[in-house]
């Protein structure tokens, strides 16, 4: 989704690279493939393996993709491939893997699938405790702060925790085990906060991490942009000039298709892809000669939120949150108005963080 437009143009040819080397899609083929169609048969999604990414191949990813309450779009990412090593290790998808009290979700014991719900509902994305919401400590597992977390300890709250580290700049893989990266960054927030850095999460500490991320999500009370009924949105009162600027920007192609490469050879194009929309979004207020995909953002500007404006990337998708709204060409987050598969603006800032992704959070310098 997020490669630049030559390379959209490649051939897809046989590859003797290992699954996860490259992001998968419908045409491809290659000993991946193969591999990937090999563990979805074991998943229960029936796959010949082929080798050769078809239609039938796509289906069984989406299908796949709808059960784990991944966003649906028939690609094969690093999260996808999280969730579905996680599906064949346990029985049961990370996401599915630590409801419940007690935290140990995510040892052998296949668990009870939830019921389905649409991808808008992300009852279990990484953020689904509100962060100032009140957490009340009994040893549980359903929400951060119900108990201490330290490393080596697995469930739903850990993948909060982890989500929370990511969103206030310390990009930390959602996976729900608590391991030696987690426990870096808890050291390093732990550090920057004037608290005693022993990696260790407990009460108190989750406390100023939830205040924290509220303050990340709020941009620092710089007020939040109004989503306007034809789907363009408008820059809260007081809002910088440049910040006026991309959301102007972004406003011109709202009603543009989503279209893979779309954006990156030419500025104004029939389409855009994720980050092409973001990339298109920044020019127009002069923050970016030239686009960028998401591997390129993962690396743009200054580490951590913005007061205004903030973008999320990784290897398999980005988006971006200005004055409190997200632009997206994921279906998280509502409204999708007006109706369509590419850039949007959505309600719901940083709802497409359901999708599992390894998020870098990064921001305009000064912004």
């Keep these: 989704m997020l490669l630049a437009a030559a390379a959209q143009a490649a051939p897809a040819v046989a590859s003797p690279q290992r699954l996860g080397s490259r992001v998968l899609r419908e045409g491809m083929k290659g000993s991946d493939v193969r591999t990937l169609q090999g563990d979805l048969t074991q998943a229960g999604f029936k796959t010949p393996a082929v080798g050769q990414f078809g239609p039938l191949t796509e289906h069984n990813v989406k299908s796949f993709q709808r059960k784990y309450h991944l966003r649906t779009n028939g690609v094969v990412s690093s999260g996808f491939l999280r969730e579905l090593r996680l599906v064949l290790a346990t029985g049961v998808g990370a996401t599915n893997a630590a409801s419940g009290s007690g935290g140990a979700g995510m040892g052998g014991g ?218 997206d060409t994921a279906d998280y987050g509502g409204p999708d108005i007006p109706s369509g598969t590419g850039p949007r603006w959505r309600t719901d800032p940083l709802g497409n963080l359901a999708d599992g992704g390894n998020y870098v959070v990064r921001h305009p310098s000064g912004l």
């Excluded at 927030?189 to 990696?199: I, N, P």
């Excluded at 709020?218 to 034809?230: C, E, H, K, L, R």
């Excluded at 709202?254 to 990339?279: E, F, L, Q, T």
Aim: hydrophobic share 40%; with cysteine.
């Design 110 to 327: 296949a668990l009870a699938p939830k019921k389905s719900k649409t991808p808008a509902s992300h009852s279990d994305a990484t953020v689904t405790d509100s962060p100032l919401a009140p957490v009340t400590q009994d040893g549980g597992s359903q929400h951060l702060g119900e108990r201490t977390l330290k490393q080596g300890m697995h469930g739903h709250d850990v993948r909060v925790l982890q989500g929370y580290l990511t969103l206030v700049g310390y990009a930390t893989d959602v996976d729900g085990t608590f391991g030696s990266t987690t426990e870096a960054n808890v050291l390093k927030f732990q550090t920057a906060h004037a608290m005693t850095a022993d990696g260790i999460v407990t009460y108190a500490v989750q406390l100023v991490l939830r205040q924290t991320v509220a303050a990340a999500l709020d941009g620092g009370a710089v007020g939040t942009a109004t989503i306007n009924s034809d789907g363009t949105a408008t820059a809260p009162s007081g809002a910088p000039a440049i910040v006026q600027e991309v959301i102007a920007s972004a406003n011109q192609i709202i009603d543009k298709p989503y279209i893979y490469g779309g954006g990156h050879g030419r500025w104004n194009d029939s389409g855009y892809d994720c980050s092409g929309a973001v990339s298109f979004a920044l020019h127009g207020a002069n923050l970016l000669s030239a686009p960028e995909d998401s591997t390129g953002l993962e690396s743009y500007g200054s580490a951590g939120p913005g007061k205004w404006i903030t973008i999320y990337a990784d290897s398999a998708h980005t988006f971006i949150v200005v004055a409190g709204r997200a632009f």
